[in-house]
């Protein structure tokens, strides 16, 4: 997640930055600080650069990444909880 804010601060369109992009809200929800971005389509941004890197292996990275943004947010909502 550090690298993916980072990138993000930075305006580095990465694979983490997008990744972090696209959870902005819920990450912000939980207490992160996201930085402002103008990311436009953060979703269809990182499958077309997973694509770019390994076109037959984009889809199953794309969800991999996916469940791993989402499983960090329910943990961070979790512990918020407590």
Do not use: F, K, Q
Request: glycine fraction near 4%; charge should be positive; include cysteine.
């Amino acid at each position: 997640m550090t690298a993916g804010l980072a990138d993000l601060a930075a305006r580095r369109h990465s694979v983490e930055a997008l990744l972090v992009a696209r959870a902005a809200a819920r990450l912000r929800d939980c207490g992160t600080a996201v930085p402002e971005h103008e990311v436009a389509d953060p979703d269809r941004r990182l499958y077309a650069l997973l694509a770019a890197r390994d076109p037959h292996g984009a889809h199953s990275t794309y969800n991999a990444l996916t469940r791993r943004v989402i499983s960090y947010c329910r943990s961070m909502e979790h512990a918020g909880r407590r």
